[in-house]
Nanobody, 121 residues
């Protein structure tokens, strides 16, 4: 069994910051890319940022500069530092990983359960 467990979400005022974490655990052999996506009410899920094992990053263009993705490979953990948060950043944030299990099964897109981020005064 594999789990991606997100944490760090919550309520924050506009202009504030949050740091999300996502830890992958279970019978994992390897993880390639990890990333964050978000889904606001009534909207489609959208890419926030991704990062490869080697540290190459890709951001949703409007978020670059406010959001920073990083990862700790030995801990199978990815982080998302979010600064200068705006009400429009309110969404459920999902962790995603491209991973292979010890039994050989490959999941190009494995999802966490999501963590709510609410930006409001």
């Amino acid at each position: 069994q594999v789990q991606l467990v997100e944490s760090g979400g919550g309520l924050v005022q506009p202009g504030g910051s949050l740091r999300l974490s996502c830890a992958a655990s279970g019978s994992i052999k390897s993880i390639n890319a990890m990333g964050w996506y978000r889904q606001a009410p009534g909207k489609q899920r959208e890419l926030v940022a991704t990062i490869t094992t080697g540290g190459s990053t890709n951001y949703r263009v409007p978020l670059k500069g406010r959001f920073t993705i990083s990862r700790d490979n030995p801990k199978n953990t990815v982080y998302l530092e979010m600064n200068s948060l705006k009400p429009e950043d309110t969404a459920v944030y999902y962790c995603n990983a491209d991973l292979r299990l010890l039994d050989g099964r490959y999941f190009p897109s494995y999802w966490g359960q999501g963590t709510q981020v609410t930006v409001s005064s």
